[in-house]
C-alpha cells in the first residue's frame, strides 16, 4: 500500500491566509466600535485597502494549494478546500458590496420634497434632499395625524432609539452594527399628515441603506396607525 505524500508546510499557510482578511475586518469593526478607531483607518484603510487587498492574495495563494493538493487530495485537500471556500467567500463579499456601493442612492430621505422635516439634531440638513421619487419609492408620507407615542414606537420598532420627542415631532438616531454608521431620523406630525426624513450623517456611499431605514420606519408608522 502506497504511504501517504506529507502534506507541504505551505499549506496550513496558504488556508491562514485566506482567513487573514476577515480576521483583520472582525479586529476593524472591534477597533472602531470598542476602541474608538476613526473610520479612515478602520474602514478605509483596514477594510477596503489591506483588507481586500489581503483577499486577492488569498485567492491567489487557495489556486497555488488547489494545485498542490491534486497530487494527494485525501490528504492534502482539506486545506485547499478550506482556502477556496474562505479566498471565494471573501472576494465574493466584497464585489457584491463595491456594487452595492457604487450605486448612486441617496443618503437624505424625506417624504416631503418640498418641504422636508428638520430636527434639533446639529447638521441634519448636511446633504441635498433628494428630488426624484424613483429614488426611494418607500419614501411615502402617512395620510392622517398620528400620535407622538405612535412615532416614538414606529422609531424604536425601526431600530431608532429616540432622542428627542415633542408633540408634533420625534427625532431618533439609527447606528449600523458593523461599523457604527449613523442616521438620524425625524418624524413631523401635522394635521392630516405625517412625514419621516432620515439623513446619513457620513458622506460615504451607503448602498441604500438610507432608503430602507426609511422604509422601515415607513412600514413601522403604517402599522402603527392601522
Known amino acids: 500500500m502506497p504511504s501517504r505524500k506529507p502534506v507541504p508546510a505551505v499549506l496550513p499557510w496558504l488556508a491562514a491566509l485566506a482567513a487573514a482578511p476577515g480576521v483583520l475586518i472582525v479586529a476593524a469593526i472591534a477597533a472602531t466600535r470598542f476602541g474608538g478607531l476613526d473610520l479612515s483607518i478602520s474602514y478605509d484603510l483596514l477594510t477596503w485597502t489591506v483588507a481586500r487587498g489581503l483577499a486577492w492574495i488569498g485567492l491567489a495563494g487557495a489556486l497555488v494549494a488547489v494545485v498542490l493538493a491534486l497530487r494527494d487530495l485525501k490528504g492534502r485537500g482539506v486545506y485547499a478546500a478550506i482556502a477556496l471556500i474562505l479566498s471565494g467567500m471573501t472576494v465574493g463579499g466584497f464585489l457584491w458590496q463595491q456594487n452595492q456601493l457604487s450605486k ?7 417624504t416631503n420634497v418640498e418641504e422636508p422635516p428638520a430636527a434639533q439634531l446639529a447638521d441634519l440638513n448636511r446633504h441635498s434632499t433628494f428630488t426624484d421619487p424613483a429614488a426611494c419609492p418607500a419614501a411615502r408620507s402617512i395620510p392622517s395625524q398620528v400620535l407622538a407615542q405612535q412615532a416614538s414606537s414606529a422609531l424604536v420598532d425601526a431600530g431608532f432609539p429616540v432622542t428627542r420627542a415633542t408633540t408634533f415631532q420625534v427625532e431618533g438616531v439609527h447606528e449600523g452594527a458593523w461599523f457604527g454608521f449613523a442616521y438620524d431620523a425625524v418624524i413631523r406630525i401635522r394635521p392630516g399628515r405625517t412625514d419621516i426624513r432620515v439623513v446619513a450623517r457620513d458622506a460615504r456611499p451607503d448602498g ?4 430602507r431605514l426609511t422604509a422601515k420606519i415607513v412600514e413601522a408608522l403604517e402599522a402603527e396607525v392601522r
Open 104 to 110: 448612486d442612492t441617496p443618503r437624505d430621505v424625506s
Open 208 to 211: 441604500g441603506a438610507t432608503c
